[in-house]
């Protein structure tokens, strides 16, 4: 147990288990959610179907008031149009039937629509005495055109022989009158138990479905709060065995100290692999000494520190950088050696400037510079090259006395490059086309795929 604490927990491992254990809760979690959803329409449903329902039961009641009102002002006034109207919706619009034909498609209405069924019922009934009115007025107005179904409706003698004036007294009578209403109220009667029927069934519904919609509120709460839970012990468990880790190595890099060998076994792991080549690293570079590995005029590294210092070279994380005087042979024949050892004395303080202290700056020629940016595989190019344009912008500034000169550049991200010598040859090769352009130029290396 002591060994395996040592050791380290495995961090994919602990990770594998956490990211199961989740799926299996999210998918309880989307499994519940979707059982709560079909809950809620069932809800929604049900009192949908009520006001349907409702507005069903109360169609045939807004249909019947319209015929009445239609035969009613037809006995007061004769006007042809109402009677129009009056047939149409019965046999054209079908306000009634389409109300039955609602409250039927719902087995369980059953009891409503029997209710609606017998206010139905003295509807029709209602319309027999209405027929006998219309056809009084038909005959008072000597209408000719009018529905057959009025044919039909035979005037007892009494009537047929009445005057013109008598019968519309007697069809007003009849569709205002005491028995008329008595009907109407049967047939009121018969929609209010109708949608009392409707509303006892749709709340006995709705509070069903109401209680088991609470219950699956009640498990997906509890779904989500573990998921919650494992989410956040994933992320803390993640923080203390990796992001720390990391964001502390990433200190001890800048600070050029070893890492410590902290959190899951795995960047233990790394961690005792850097600190080997870290240790290594460290002892080469101290053998070395400074007259040994850096140019003696401008105190860059020299040839040799070069060398060593592409040995060790990480191609993920570095750019390397070809620097080269333009028209650095006409400022030594114009002003003399010494001038042009100033030069490169100010090159190499401008290069210190633009760059950081990780960065390494090596003279592996007469006015040839290389420049390795360390731990930059990650760098925008961009930011590259604006560091050229502020270096040959310093180089421009004659307040020192010294010339104004440029530089041509290359610049490979190492990436691209299979070793290091493809790396030189790519950087050289971008130089290369830099001093084809003009002076004070530079080039990216873009390989060829």
């Known amino acids: 147990m002591g060994h395996s604490l040592k050791k380290g927990i495995s961090h994919r491992l602990v990770h594998l288990w956490l990211v199961i254990i989740i799926v299996v809760f999210s998918g309880t979690v989307v499994y519940a959610t979707m059982w709560l959803t079909d809950t809620f329409l069932d809800v929604t449903s049900a009192s949908r179907q009520n006001t349907q329902l409702q507005h069903a039961a109360h169609e045939l009641m807004n249909a019947s008031d319209y015929l009445t009102e239609q035969v009613q002002r037809f006995t007061v006034d004769g006007d042809p149009g109402f009677m129009d109207r009056y047939f149409k919706e019965a046999f054209e619009s079908k306000r009634r039937e389409e109300a039955i034909e609602t409250m039927a498609s719902d087995a369980r209405m059953e009891a409503a629509r029997k209710r609606l069924q017998e206010a139905m019922d003295h509807s029709i009934e209602l319309m027999d005495l209405e027929y006998y009115a219309m056809r009084l007025v038909v005959e008072a107005k000597g209408y000719t055109e009018y529905p057959q179904i009025l044919d039909e409706i035979t005037l007892t003698n009494e009537d047929a022989a009445a005057s013109a004036a008598q019968k519309m007294s007697l069809a007003t009578e009849l569709v205002h ?156 024949d114009t002003y003399g050696h010494e001038m042009g050892d100033r030069v490169l004395v100010k090159l190499v303080t401008v290069l210190k400037s633009v760059f950081r202290d990780d960065d390494s700056i090596c003279r592996i020629g007469g006015d040839e510079f290389i420049v390795f940016l360390s731990h930059s595989g990650g760098l925008q190019p961009e930011l590259i090259e604006k560091k050229v344009e502020l270096i040959n912008r310093a180089l421009r500034d004659t307040k020192d006395g010294v010339p104004a000169v440029s530089v041509s550049v290359g610049i490979v991200n190492g990436r691209t490059a299979s070793d290091t010598k493809e790396l030189f040859e790519m950087t050289d090769e971008a130089m290369y086309q830099s001093k084809k352009k003009g002076k004070g130029v530079h080039t990216v290396y873009l390989k060829d795929v």
């Open 177 to 332: 009158g005491d028995a008329y209403y008595e009907k109407k109220d049967a047939i009121r009667e018969g929609m209010q138990a109708s949608i009392d029927e409707v509303e006892k069934l749709t709340a006995s519904i709705e509070q069903t479905e109401m209680n088991t919609l609470k219950k699956q509120i009640g498990v997906v709460r509890v779904a989500i709060v573990i998921q919650a839970m494992l989410i956040f012990f994933l992320i803390w468990l993640s923080t203390r065995l990796a992001i720390n880790p990391i964001m502390g190595a990433v200190d001890e890099i800048k600070a050029d100290h070893p890492i410590a060998e902290v959190g899951s076994n795995e960047f233990r792991y790394l961690a005792r692999a850097y600190n080997k080549m870290y240790e290594k690293n460290k002892s080469s570079i101290e053998s070395l000494s400074f007259k040994a590995s850096h140019d003696e005029l401008t105190g860059a590294y020299n040839r040799v520190g070069y060398d060593f210092l592409l040995s060790a070279l990480s191609l993920e994380t570095t750019y390397m950088m070809l620097f080269d005087l333009d028209d650095f042979k006409i400022i030594n």
